[in-house]
């Protein structure tokens, strides 16, 4: 199956800080998702890219199909913005292959 | 819409009993999955159905069962409970392929003692 490498594991950020959360696969993916799993759990979607830049709000996400990666940034980081991020991608089939999910901890 | 939801929220379990995990969906998607989280790691997958009526196995199969009782409905067995599989488990579905983006549903946190 795709290994999913994310980087990096753990972040802390002080409050209004910026962050590149960064996600490589190891073969071509044409359904990339970035999910934030908050502190309760939840699993929140936040991007489905599978190329291409999106923004939503304070998060924007970059994939570089080509290249096999995705890149997700957070901007003016607020202290709701802790949690788990991950990413997963998939070919062609039914099946999402997860990274193991960066921990981003935001400090008023 | 309640998108993608999950019975019971939690659940204690002594080795060699048996439960199902319920699934339910209503966004009209004909793929659904059951997947596992460990404390840190990613979720992985453990069935998936494709469409009514079919059913696969994905990375850890061993030790579950499913059931696709219908379009909305996706249930997990487990015949016979062990310690290993203390985690918690997520259902989602997805929309059509070539898209495929999946929705979770909240999560149910299993403890076999």
């Known amino acids: 199956g795709i290994q999913v490498e994310q980087s990096p594991p753990d972040l802390i950020l002080q409050e209004g800080a910026n962050s590149t959360l960064r996600c490589n696969f190891s073969?071509?993916?044409?359904?990339l998702q970035w999910f934030h799993q908050n502190p309760w759990g939840q699993l929140i979607n936040l991007f489905y890219?599978?190329?291409g830049t999106k923004q939503n709000g304070r998060l924007s996400a970059t994939t570089v199909a080509t290249e096999r990666y995705s890149l997700l940034y957070i901007s003016s980081s607020q202290t709701t913005d802790s949690g788990v991020y991950f990413c997963a991608g998939g070919s062609n089939d039914y099946k999402l292959s997860f990274g193991a999910g960066t921990t981003v901890t935001v400090r008023a | 819409n309640a998108g993608v939801t999950q019975t019971p929220k939690f659940q204690v379990l002594k080795t060699g009993q048996s439960m199902t995990l319920q699934c339910a969906q209503d966004?009209?998607?004909?793929?659904m999955y059951w997947y596992r989280q460990d404390p840190g790691m990613g979720l992985r997958l453990i069935y998936y159905s494709a469409s009514e009526g079919t059913t696969d196995k994905g990375e850890v199969p061993n030790g579950y069962n499913v059931s696709r009782l219908n379009k909305r409905e996706f249930s997990l067995r487990l015949e016979s409970a062990a310690p290993s599989q203390t985690s918690v488990y997520f259902c989602a579905s997805s929309s059509p392929l070539p898209v495929g983006e999946q929705f979770f549903g909240p999560g149910t946190r299993l403890t076999v003692l």
């Open positions: 890219i599978p190329s």
């Open positions: 073969d071509s993916v044409n359904n």
């Open positions: 966004m009209n998607h004909n793929s």
